[in-house]
């Protein structure tokens, strides 16, 4: 190869090698763009009797609401028979009053917790199967 050959090869590295970072860095920007916004903070849609029936009890500036919808309120609110599958929805309302962080996790209060985005998840594959035929 001659001395004009490599130096061409060289530019053409050169060239593509900053193409490359360029747009790497465009993807990572964008990235960075996308994990430091915030998601829109959700309203519900729907308020039925179940909050009416609510039961409240407060110990050590921790007060806490809870209420069950029926199966009929269940359905209307996420649109699947959630009660037919053996899955009862709990609404909680939980207030610290304290001047201290405090946390909740809900697999410590039933250890047969199922994540909203699980409940979601298997309704859409029972959905997907049915619609497949399997």
């Known amino acids: 190869m001659g001395q004009p050959a490599v130096q061409t090869l060289r530019q053409l590295l050169i060239f593509r090698l900053g193409r490359y970072l360029r747009n790497a860095g465009i993807v990572c920007g964008i990235s960075l763009?996308?994990?430091?916004?915030?998601?829109?903070?959700?309203?519900?849609?729907?308020?039925?009797?179940?909050?009416?029936?609510?039961?409240?009890?407060?110990?050590?500036?921790?007060?806490?609401?809870?209420?069950?919808?029926?199966?009929?309120?269940?359905?209307?609110?996420?649109g699947e028979p959630l009660y037919r599958?053996?899955?009862?929805?709990?609404?909680?309302?939980?207030?610290n009053n304290r001047d201290e962080y405090v946390s909740f996790l809900p697999v410590g209060l039933d250890p047969t917790y199922y994540a909203p985005e699980v409940s979601a998840c298997s309704s859409f594959t029972v959905r997907l199967a049915a619609s497949i035929g399997v």
Do not use: H, M
């Open 85 to 95: 599958r053996g899955v009862q929805p709990v609404w909680l309302k939980i207030e």
């Open 33 to 78: 763009v996308a994990a430091c916004t915030s998601a829109p903070q959700s309203t519900p849609v729907y308020v039925g009797n179940y909050q009416d029936r609510a039961q409240t009890q407060e110990k050590e500036g921790i007060r806490v609401t809870a209420g069950v919808p029926s199966a009929e309120e269940s359905k209307d609110l996420f």
